[in-house]
């Protein structure tokens, strides 16, 4: 196991859980494991589980469907998950905001939320392409217009994380 992607595993889970656990990097750990192993016991060919790196899909989706259980439970916090991926045009501004705004139309009445956005370096970069300085300041124009629209679209004195991933 590296411990690199042990800790940035274990960064992602204490963000994406801490509005949940408040920051407890022991809970961060025995959520990490949980995962880890759940995914071994549905996925035999996994080599490696403890080897995952935070960016593996089925890390992420277990780590979102685990975090929207919880906040199913508290009526007060929201979640949503937005992969940029899935999209056809993830990495076009139009399409990007297209995806967030239905997000923060369905978390618009909570006064918590968390929006998880995850592969949209991804859906800038597919494949063997490079990061042409065009590519990356493209990236960058779409993570500042995600970052303002949320600022701009939520209500006054709710608190929302947004997460990229």
Known sequence: MTRSAHLRRLHFLNALFAPLTGHDLYLAEQLDAAIRAGLAENDPALPDATALEPEHAGFVAAAAQLFGRLCEQR?????????????????????ARAG????????????????????LRAAHC???????????????ETLSLLRELTAARTRRG????????
């Open 126 to 140: 597919a494949g063997n392409r490079r990061w042409s300085p065009k590519r990356q300041r493209e990236y960058h």
């Open 158 to 165: 709710a608190n929302v994380n947004l997460l990229f991933l």
């Open 75 to 95: 009526a007060s916090h929201g979640f949503f998950h937005w992969d940029a991926a899935q999209a056809d045009a993830g990495a076009s501004p139009l399409f």
């Open 100 to 119: 967030l705004m239905q997000g923060l139309k369905a978390l618009a009445s909570c006064q918590e939320a968390t929006v998880l956005v995850t592969n």
